[in-house]
């Protein structure tokens, strides 16, 4: 690992990997606008890879667990996921904001603002899951019917959407609590919040789902339980960390009063970034009822593999919001070149991760479906699925790094023009195409999502490249 000028003196860190390994897993009170560039994103990365490795966590024990009550419960899942994708995208969305803003505060030095801010997050947060809470539970049973529900699965799903998205703030603020701990560049905390919502959950929801012990067997809706339960423990865990005064970034009581201007400029950051999260998230919803023509065998096939996807996939996100960290500090730093060299690093380090993810997952797909699922029909689908997908991977990877990059920068409208383009004008056209007008069937919805993300590295890659983003004020 090379020096650079900027590595003062004075600096006396091990940089061996090992103890920069050891450093990320404990949490590092290093300054990430000097030193090293791969040193300190492996610091940052570390923590939030195996954080988003338990974000990812919660969908694949879900889909294993839910797997053996049959297709029905898989499709009751699978429809409420494509309701809770709009939640996750208004969190990311808040998420992108708080992460920017409190880097660039860090950055520059002000670690009181930074708190300001954090503060704020959280006010943004308790309003709209308020809301989210309210429509959700209301409108349960028409969403499954309008996703294209059958009525047992309307009746006996409705519950389980009730539960998932009535807690919506367990989702919101776990997302949120680590966004700003991330921002602050103590990522370890965050991971740490996610080992024990995951741990309950793993412990918790097949409790719930099958009725072991003295637990009642609620089952598909045990899973909505065990999983609401542990992320909101991990929400606890995580308001402990931040309003405890000693760390990175301390809320306190003077960090609650109320400034509009303030609360005015986070929104306006973080709509942008929901706007932008939604667009993708979305797109996936309209995938999910041109599958639906092919029947709940390939839904749920659709929705294992998306599962093993998303879970291979999110770790890529932990070094892409490592560099966006990098980002957000460097530009408060004053250190655009730095920060620019950082993603280009980080990128090249997913691209060629995720080609060896891409070429096991491809081997492999069969038997990895087969781990959720003994159903003949549900195993050819899903094992199509990521068969196909993983054709994409070295461009996922990469695109995932320079994407995030955007937004770390405080640029929240270049990654929603690309997703608009590439999701909305490709992906969603191209799976009906294919699937309906070509005859390819589910394959063509599975094509047009390589095809898709591919596109997007490249749009990614080019656009970066402009340099407009070392201009944005935040």
């Known amino acids: ?71 029905e419960a898989i499709t009751i899942v699978a429809l409420t996921e494509a309701i809770m994708a709009l939640i996750y995208a208004v969190a990311f969305g808040l998420a992108i904001g708080a992460t920017a803003t409190v880097a660039r505060r860090m950055g520059e030095k002000d670690e009181k603002e930074a708190a300001r801010t954090a503060a704020h997050v959280i006010y943004l947060g308790m309003i709209i899951s308020a809301v989210i809470s309210v429509i959700g539970i209301i409108l349960a049973p028409r969403l499954l019917g ?28 776990i997302f949120l609590l680590n966004a700003i701990f991330r921002g602050a ?20 929801s097949p409790l719930f789902i099958f009725g072991v012990g003295f637990f009642p067997e609620l089952g ?10 542990g992320r909101s423990c991990g929400v606890l865990y995580a308001a402990w960390h931040l309003f405890r005064p000693g760390g990175r970034i301390h809320v306190s009581s003077e960090s609650w009063k109320l400034d509009p201007s303030l609360l005015w400029k986070l929104l306006r950051l973080s709509s942008t970034g929901m706007l932008q999260m939604l667009i993708a998230t979305a797109s996936w919803s309209v995938l999910i009822p041109i599958i639906a023509g092919f029947g709940e065998v390939a839904i749920a096939g659709y929705q294992i593999a998306l599962r093993v996807v998303v879970f291979v996939l999110l770790p890529a996100l932990g070094l892409a919001n490592a560099a966006a960290t990098m980002m957000g500090q460097n530009l408060g730093a ?11 690093t980080a990128a090249g380090i997913n691209m060629a991760v995720y080609f060896v993810m891409g070429v096991i997952l491809w ?112």
């Open 363 to 474: 081997l492999f797909s069969g038997q990895i479906v087969s781990i959720f699922t003994n159903d003949p029909e549900v195993f050819a689908y899903g094992a199509a699925c990521l068969h196909t997908v993983a054709y994409g991977f070295a461009f996922y990877g990469a695109g995932m790094a320079l994407e995030t990059a955007f937004n770390g920068a405080g640029d929240t409208w270049t990654p929603t023009l690309i997703n608009v383009v590439i999701f909305w004008m490709v992906e969603i056209p191209l799976a009906y195409l294919l699937a309906y007008y070509f005859g390819w069937g589910p394959s063509g919805v599975f094509w047009s999502i390589t095809i898709s993300f591919s596109l997007l590295a490249i749009m990614s890659a080019l656009l970066f490249r402009r340099n407009k983003w070392k201009e944005k004020m935040v």
């Open 146 to 173: 309008w996703l294209g529900g059958s009525p047992e699965v309307v009746r006996d799903g409705t519950l389980f959407m009730r539960i998932m998205i009535g807690g919506n703030a367990a989702v919101l603020f």
């Open 185 to 204: 560049g103590d990522a370890a905390i965050a991971m740490r919040v996610l080992i024990l919502a995951n741990g309950l959950n793993i412990v918790l």
């Open 220 to 229: 598909v809706t045990g899973a909505a339980v065990g999983t609401t339960t």
């Open 334 to 344: 004053g250190k655009p070149e730095r920060a620019e060299r950082a993603v280009w």
């Open 1 to 71: 690992m090379s020096n650079e000028a900027d590595v003062s003196r004075e600096e006396t860190h091990d940089n061996s990997f090992w103890a920069v390994v050891n450093e990320g897993l404990r949490g590092s009170t290093r300054d990430f606008t000097k030193g090293p560039i791969l040193v300190a994103l492996i610091i940052l990365a570390i923590p939030m890879i195996l954080e988003m490795s338990m974000e990812s966590l919660f969908a694949i024990v879900d889909i294993f667990f839910v797997g053996k009550l049959g297709a």
